[in-house]
Nanobody, 114 residues
């Protein structure tokens, strides 16, 4: 499966962004989907994890602010990010998971200014 993340950009604190992850070569059906982020000089962090059944868990720092959704028609997964904070600044990646294997594509940069 090939992935393309988009929707990143520069936003002021308190603003919103909607990231999208489009798949080609396969659909997201049958895959769990994780969103990760990596800030400069920091380790990659799991932001959310969505099961094949559609249940999503979020890391505590984004809970209540971020929401994952799937768009079957577009074969895409979205990460709606509200009330953004400067500490949310990072490159964001979506990663479908099947049989314990993560698939990766290019990430999208999110920069939140204070």
């Amino acid at each position: 499966v090939q992935l393309q993340a988009s929707g990143g950009g520069l936003v002021q604190a308190g603003g919103s962004l909607r990231l999208s992850c489009a798949a080609s070569g396969s659909t997201f059906s049958g895959y769990a989907v994780d969103w990760f982020r990596q800030a400069p000089g920091k380790q990659r962090e799991l932001v959310s994890s969505t099961t094949t059944g559609g249940s999503t868990n979020y890391v505590g720092s984004v809970k209540g602010r971020f929401t994952v959704s799937r768009d079957v028609a577009e074969n895409a997964v979205h990460l709606q990010m509200n009330s953004l904070k400067p500490e949310d600044t990072a490159v964001y990646y979506c990663s479908p998971v099947r049989n314990g294997i993560h698939y990766w594509g290019q990430g999208t940069q999110v920069t939140v200014s204070s």
